[in-house]
């Protein structure tokens, strides 16, 4: 085994270091495989129950009436989630499309939308028209208000309590941290907060933003009180399989307002052909919870390994896990380089490119990123991206086997090690 890590660019010293790593985690990787198991066996239940067949797997074209495969994934994602119904289609083209239409297919003019948890993602900003935008739910007369949660991570109650009015038709609450600082929130701390604002306003619609947090404990959010979740098919469920799409599940109400802004008033859920994506929804789904438990052991790994080395991690080696995000604080731009270089040389495609910082559209500063996926963009698969300003985080997730999870971190400690930012 060391022969060919050392053939594939890894010295000793490294690949053993990481495996004193990975003797301390045995027991947290169990724990892993167990919450994998009993996600992979719900899986099979809801396909079970919901009568998926080979004829399933044929997929339609044109207007797609009578899409047999494609309304029976929908049951799937229903049965399995624990919602009334669901909006599982290719026409969703990434995660914030799934918000986008969630959201303006349930919102009208003069309802409020409201965040309980702060800032949302970057791309809800435009959404909601935070930054004006064209087309944004202001531009419709829908309003935004925002509560911080407190310092300490928790929910600013009173403030959320007075924040509710007559017009406030959607909560927003965004599970995972995404690329902020603030704690990811369980499936448990969203029930909490979801009882809560419903005493305050029984008919208020709860959306969960799911994004990365699928599969990472054994129940998901509608089972908290949620009425609304969200999520793209190039993270979690699809299982590294899908090649696109998005998906929005819940009551059957707000199922059916979405899918009338996603395809046309008077259309609905009847229309939009499946064309040949439905084997890898389904294989994909069915993949998850084992790709789910890959990514997180890989962050775990890389949180206790790089924590050991002095760095500043988040979530911490120890720290319970709800969604698959890591971030490592590096301290300077070489090391973050240095970094994203060894993830983009560990994986399987275009292992041979040099990532470079470089100006993005939306961002202040140069922004590296590193990904060699079968899907572009899917980060899922093993993927690291950092803005180039102090503190010099990193930010990474994603990958399709823990085995390749493993590889790519010891493969960034290795060229922080080459680039002298580390000695053993
Ligand atoms: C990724 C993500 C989104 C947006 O998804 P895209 O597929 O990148 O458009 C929204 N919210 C959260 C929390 C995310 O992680």
């Given at each position: 085994m060391m022969d060919l890590y050392r053939f594939m660019g890894i010295e000793k010293k490294v690949y053993e270091f990481g495996c004193q790593v990975?003797?301390?985690?045995?027991?947290?990787?169990?724990?892993?495989?167990?919450?994998?198991?009993?996600?992979?066996?719900?899986?099979?239940?809801?396909m079970q129950e919901n009568k998926?067949?080979?004829?399933c797997l044929y997929g339609s074209t044109g207007y797609g009436y009578h899409d047999l495969g494609r309304d029976t994934l929908e049951k799937v994602y229903a049965s399995l989630f624990g919602g009334e119904d669901a909006l599982v289609r290719p026409q969703i083209t990434c995660g914030t499309h799934a918000l986008s239409t969630a959201l303006s297919g349930n919102l009208r003019p003069g309802?409020?939308?409201?965040?309980?948890?702060?800032?949302?993602y970057d791309t809800l900003e435009e959404i909601i028209g935070i930054r004006p935008s064209r087309g944004s739910l202001a531009e419709y007369g829908v309003t935004y208000r925002q509560v911080e949660l407190l310092k300490d991570g928790s929910f600013d109650y009173e403030k959320i309590k007075e924040s509710i009015h007559e017009k406030t038709k959607i909560a927003l609450i965004q599970r995972s941290k995404g690329y902020q600082s603030r704690p990811t929130l369980s499936v448990n701390r969203i029930r909490d907060l979801i009882q809560f604002m419903k005493s305050i306003k029984e008919d208020l619609i709860c959306l969960v933003d799911n994004c990365y947090g699928e599969f990472v404990e054994k129940e998901e959010p509608l089972r908290a009180g949620a009425d609304l979740v969200v999520g793209s098919l190039i993270k979690n469920?699809?299982?590294?399989?899908?090649p696109i799409g998005g998906y929005i599940v819940g009551k059957k109400e707000y199922i059916e307002n979405s899918a009338c802004r996603l395809i046309s008033p008077g259309l609905g859920k009847e229309v939009g052909a499946s064309l040949s994506v439905l084997p890898s929804f389904y294989q994909g789904l069915f993949f998850a919870p084992i790709v789910v438990a890959g990514a997180l052991k890989t962050a775990i790994f890389a949180a206790n390994l790089y924590e050991k080395l002095g760095f500043r991690v988040e979530?911490?080696?120890?720290?319970?896990?709800?969604?698959?995000?890591q971030s490592v604080e590096l301290g300077k731009k070489e090391a973050v380089l240095a970094f994203c270089r060894g993830i983009q040389s560990a994986s399987p495609i275009d292992s041979f490119v040099t990532p470079?910082?470089?100006?993005?559209p939306g961002y202040d500063n140069d922004v590296i990123m590193a990904a060699g996926t079968f899907i572009s963009g899917a980060s899922i698969e093993l993927s690291a991206d950092a803005p180039i300003r102090p503190p010099y985080t990193v930010y990474f997730q994603g990958a399709l086997t823990w085995q390749h999870g493993k590889f790519g971190i010891l493969m960034s400690l290795q060229k922080l090690v080459d680039a002298k930012i580390l000695t053993f």
């Amino acid at each position: 085994m060391m022969d060919l890590y050392r053939f594939m660019g890894i010295e000793k010293k490294v690949y053993e270091f990481g495996c004193q790593v990975w003797e301390g985690l045995r027991e947290r990787f169990d724990q892993i495989d167990t919450i994998s198991e009993y996600n992979q066996l719900k899986v099979l239940k809801a396909m079970q129950e919901n009568k998926v067949s080979e004829a399933c797997l044929y997929g339609s074209t044109g207007y797609g009436y009578h899409d047999l495969g494609r309304d029976t994934l929908e049951k799937v994602y229903a049965s399995l989630f624990g919602g009334e119904d669901a909006l599982v289609r290719p026409q969703i083209t990434c995660g914030t499309h799934a918000l986008s239409t969630a959201l303006s297919g349930n919102l009208r003019p003069g309802d409020e939308l409201f965040s309980p948890v702060g800032k949302p993602y970057d791309t809800l900003e435009e959404i909601i028209g935070i930054r004006p935008s064209r087309g944004s739910l202001a531009e419709y007369g829908v309003t935004y208000r925002q509560v911080e949660l407190l310092k300490d991570g928790s929910f600013d109650y009173e403030k959320i309590k007075e924040s509710i009015h007559e017009k406030t038709k959607i909560a927003l609450i965004q599970r995972s941290k995404g690329y902020q600082s603030r704690p990811t929130l369980s499936v448990n701390r969203i029930r909490d907060l979801i009882q809560f604002m419903k005493s305050i306003k029984e008919d208020l619609i709860c959306l969960v933003d799911n994004c990365y947090g699928e599969f990472v404990e054994k129940e998901e959010p509608l089972r908290a009180g949620a009425d609304l979740v969200v999520g793209s098919l190039i993270k979690n469920p699809g299982g590294g399989l899908a090649p696109i799409g998005g998906y929005i599940v819940g009551k059957k109400e707000y199922i059916e307002n979405s899918a009338c802004r996603l395809i046309s008033p008077g259309l609905g859920k009847e229309v939009g052909a499946s064309l040949s994506v439905l084997p890898s929804f389904y294989q994909g789904l069915f993949f998850a919870p084992i790709v789910v438990a890959g990514a997180l052991k890989t962050a775990i790994f890389a949180a206790n390994l790089y924590e050991k080395l002095g760095f500043r991690v988040e979530p911490s080696g120890t720290e319970s896990r709800h969604d698959i995000i890591q971030s490592v604080e590096l301290g300077k731009k070489e090391a973050v380089l240095a970094f994203c270089r060894g993830i983009q040389s560990a994986s399987p495609i275009d292992s041979f490119v040099t990532p470079e910082p470089w100006a993005m559209p939306g961002y202040d500063n140069d922004v590296i990123m590193a990904a060699g996926t079968f899907i572009s963009g899917a980060s899922i698969e093993l993927s690291a991206d950092a803005p180039i300003r102090p503190p010099y985080t990193v930010y990474f997730q994603g990958a399709l086997t823990w085995q390749h999870g493993k590889f790519g971190i010891l493969m960034s400690l290795q060229k922080l090690v080459d680039a002298k930012i580390l000695t053993f």
